[in-house]
């Protein structure tokens, strides 16, 4: 196992109403970890405008592709606020990264939502364009951008779920949680959202 926690959810119980999207409920997964360490065919990076690095999960992305990644997102002049680029990911074990611009969390008024589901839903298209099967993303904007995690959880778990009820070609969309307490926000999400549970943490077996 190259992460922690227990891939969720496991357990089906359908969605409300009587509407069941088959293959959605196993295609979404949260998992806890590094990002950088997945074996998928994209990670997605919670860039800047820039696309020239920065810290966060973006600075450890592009510690550990190697200054190739950087060269390239030279090339790529930038990228607005919500939306998404795709570059190669050089040493990471993942061949793509989607580069997105998530919103600066300014109170909430600002369109804040809108833009952080723009970054989901947009990556999600250009990873569907490109013929990706397996997506992992880091919580877009919670960190340095200080976007409440509850609330990016919600509309992550929310986009997400919608872009799968229609997509045939995405076998796998990972949220990745660094840390316990994400892990366990993201569980609530799932939980109010796709309406099925997900098991603890580190159930069984790990200790
Ligand atoms: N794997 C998975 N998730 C991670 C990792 C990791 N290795 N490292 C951090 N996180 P942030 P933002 C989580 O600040 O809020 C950068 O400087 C972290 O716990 O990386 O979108 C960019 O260049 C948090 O939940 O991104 C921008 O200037 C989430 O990733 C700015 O920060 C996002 O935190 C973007 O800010």
Redesign the pocket.
């Known amino acids: 196992m190259i992460l922690e926690g227990t891939p969720c959810p496991r357990k089906d119980v359908g969605l409300e109403g009587g509407v069941r999207s088959e293959g959605m409920l196993d295609r979404l997964e949260i998992v806890e ?4 360490r997945l074996q998928v065919d994209a990670i997605v990076n ?3 405008t820039s696309l020239l ?9 592009h510690r550990a592709a190697g200054p190739g990644l950087l060269e390239e997102c030279q090339k790529l002049g930038g990228c607005p606020t919500g939306e998404a680029r795709i570059t190669g990911g050089y040493r990471l074990p993942s061949r793509w990264v989607i580069h997105t611009v ?1 919103p600066i969390w300014r109170g909430g008024d600002h369109g804040e939502d809108d833009l952080l589901g723009n970054c989901y839903r947009n990556s999600l298209a250009l990873a569907e364009q490109q013929g990706i099967k397996t997506i992992a993303f ?10 409440p ?1 509850d609330r990016a959880a919600r509309i992550a778990v929310r986009v997400v779920k919608r872009f799968l009820e229609h997509s045939t070609t995405l076998e796998r969309v990972m949220l ?4 316990k307490a ?1 892990y366990e926000t993201y569980q609530e999400a799932v939980e109010e959202i796709a309406g099925y549970s997900c098991p603890p943490r580190n159930k069984e077996g790990s200790g």
Do not use: H, M, R
Not at 33 to 36: A, E, K, N, S, V
């Open positions: 970890g590094d990002i950088t919670a860039a800047n690095g920065g810290g966060g999960v973006d600075g450890a992305i998530g880091p919580a877009i904007s919670t960190g340095a951008y200080g976007f995690t990745v949680a660094f840390g994400a």
